[in-house]
């Protein structure tokens, strides 16, 4: 196929010479403007040594850039290519029926992915495909980030029997769980 020629009449090309002649260029001065008020960024504290994250759980964190960190408020969302848009779109309104649920609240990070991982070969098993991952909001302290709930969103996007999560809804325990959806085992 051939591009379209489109052809100018006299008078427009005229209008249009006539335009740029008389545009002048702005007057600046040579300074960048700077804002006053520059925002501090957001920086995530360092897990300390002390830290009850140790292990396979702190390595999680360590990938993390401070902006990357989850809040307490944030949504979560994943899917893998090639899920059909109906199935996720049930996952995201919790309309699967929910066939195993875990608590990971008060764990320190390798029990919970010590537990996480029992929890999955259990559901593999038993052939489950929507599951209930309760992670929580993160402690009292709305400065610091929940660590569970960003070990937990990078450690279920390497895991290749899960097929996609999404935030709960409020009456599941809302952005401090995530609805999953498993792989299903031949």
Wanted: aromatic share 6%; net charge positive; charged share 30%.
């Amino acid at each position: 196929m051939s591009k379209k020629k489109t052809f100018l009449t006299p008078e427009e090309r005229e209008l249009f010479r006539h335009s740029v002649k008389i545009n002048q260029p702005l007057q600046q001065d040579k300074r960048a403007t700077q804002d006053k008020k520059l925002k501090k960024p957001l920086i995530a504290e360092p897990i300390s040594k002390e830290s009850e994250f140790r292990g396979e759980a702190a390595l999680f964190l360590e990938k993390l850039s401070p902006n990357d960190w989850l809040t307490a408020q944030d949504y979560i969302h994943f899917a893998r290519t090639g899920i059909p848009f109906r199935l996720l779109n049930k996952l995201k309104r919790g309309h699967l029926p929910i066939e195993a649920r875990v608590d990971l609240h008060g764990l320190t990070g390798d029990e919970m992915l010590e537990k996480m991982n029992q929890f999955l070969q259990l559901c593999a098993q038993q052939k489950m495909r929507s599951i209930l991952v309760v992670h929580g909001k993160g402690g009292s302290d709305p400065a610091k980030p929940p660590i569970l709930k960003n070990v937990v969103n990078l450690w279920l996007r390497q895991r290749s029997e899960v097929l996609a999560f999404h935030s709960a809804k409020s009456k599941d325990g809302g952005t401090g769980a995530l609805y999953v959806l498993l792989k299903l085992r031949k």
